[in-house]
């Protein structure tokens, strides 16, 4: 393998929305820690996850809070089919049983009615979120009522492919860090952290890699740590 030469400036490292996008911060990665080149010679290529950005995006991401993923397509299906459900204004012209009769629960109505209420405010710009640094990104989401730090990771790694975000409290990524690595034993979250911190500016790179991996162990051997 040809380890890259180059390094990234500050907010010029590529966005992640694309495969070669991902596979170049993977090449960084993987010359930083080399002991992560044989999870990514067995899982091969590393692919995208490419969701809607801004206001319908962190929408899908409160809808799949805590929901397996079938039952969060399910309910998403229904509930991008509300007229004006996608967009903030039209969004807070719906009433709470027209919602809640998607699949929502009143926690996830109320959590996108902040989300609404934030943008039509002028509070929340989520051009401008999605082009802070992570730590900066992830602080101006959680300020919001009903916005965690997993849900404003998410919604920067899938929604805005922000290229720095690892979610580190993702019980897959934790599965998979320990099978990976070789280490002992599962790691918490404050040792995932850890770990990950000396991984930027490639996080979500690896944290691409780690899901697919964790894929691989469980459909192809089982393995459920």
């Given at each position: 393998m040809i380890l890259p030469t180059t390094t990234?400036?500050?907010?010029?490292s590529p966005r992640i929305d694309t495969a070669?996008?991902?596979?170049?911060?993977?090449?960084?990665?993987?010359a930083m820690v080399p002991q992560l080149l044989p999870m990514r010679e067995r899982v091969g290529a590393v692919l995208p996850r490419v969701n809607p950005k801004g206001f319908a995006g962190m929408a899908k991401v409160i809808c799949g809070q805590q929901l397996s993923v079938q039952s969060a397509a399910a309910i998403w299906g229904r509930f991008e089919k509300l007229p004006g459900a996608l967009e903030p204004q039209s969004y807070l012209l719906l009433d709470e049983e027209t919602v809640r009769s998607a699949g929502f629960s009143r926690g996830k109505f109320l959590a996108v009615r902040t989300?609404?209420?934030?943008?039509?405010?002028?509070?929340?710009?989520?051009?401008?979120?999605?082009?802070?640094?992570?730590?900066?990104?992830?602080?101006a989401l959680v300020a919001l009522k009903g916005i965690g730090p997993w849900t404003a990771e998410v919604y920067l790694l899938f929604c805005a492919a922000h290229p720095d975000i690892f979610p580190a409290g993702d019980l897959a990524l934790l599965k998979a860090a320990h099978h990976g690595l070789g280490l002992d034993e599962r790691p918490t979250i404050k040792e995932m952290i850890g770990?990950?911190?000396?991984?930027?500016?490639?996080?979500?790179?690896?944290?691409?890699?780690?899901?697919?991996?964790?894929?691989?162990?469980?459909?192809?051997?089982?393995?459920?740590?």
């Open positions: 990234f400036a500050p907010g010029a070669e996008g991902v596979a170049v911060h993977l090449d960084h990665l993987i989300i609404a209420d934030a943008v039509e405010a002028g509070d929340l710009n989520f051009a401008e979120v999605d082009a802070l640094p992570a730590e900066e990104a992830i602080k770990l990950a911190e000396s991984w930027s500016p490639h996080r979500s790179a690896a944290a691409l890699l780690f899901w697919r991996y964790f894929a691989i162990l469980r459909d192809k051997e089982g393995i459920l740590l």
